[in-house]
């Protein structure tokens, strides 16, 4: 079992930034890669970015990258999500997620991810 907690979400106007983090608990954090997805009101959830085990591999969407940087520190258990230059289009409740199995490749499909966090809503305004 693994549990994941997001926190950093917030209101921030068009622009500007925000870090989002993801502490997690139970198994050994640096064992498996941690994804970030994202749902809009109406809208499926859509994969953000994907951070492998030690944090030497990373895979972002076309739509955030050079503006999203994933990254994790495995002594604190956490992965970190900065997003800067945010866009109205960024706002959507965030989620972290853990993959438990190991692949050649990070994965993007939310279904191949086995643990969730909460959310954190990130609003972005014009």
């Known amino acids: 079992q693994v549990q994941l907690v997001e926190s950093g979400g917030g209101l921030v106007q068009a622009g500007g930034s925000l870090r989002l983090s993801c502490a997690a608990s139970?198994?050994?954090?640096?064992?498996?890669?941690m994804g970030w997805f994202r749902q809009a009101p109406g809208k499926e959830r859509e994969f953000v970015a994907a951070?492998?085990?030690?944090?030497?591999?990373?895979y972002y969407a076309d739509s955030v990258k050079g503006r999203f940087t994933a990254s994790r520190d495995n002594a604190k258990n956490t992965v970190y999500l900065q997003m800067n230059n945010l866009k109205p289009e960024d706002t959507a409740v965030y989620y972290c997620?853990?993959?438990?199995?190991?692949?050649?490749?990070?994965?993007?499909?939310?279904?191949?991810?086995?643990?969730w966090g909460q959310g954190t809503q990130v609003t972005v305004s014009s």
């Open positions: 997620a853990a993959d438990m199995r190991p692949r050649a490749v990070l994965a993007v499909g939310f279904r191949s991810y086995d643990y």
């Open positions: 139970g198994r050994t954090f640096s064992s498996y890669a």
């Open positions: 951070i492998n085990w030690n944090g030497g591999s990373t």
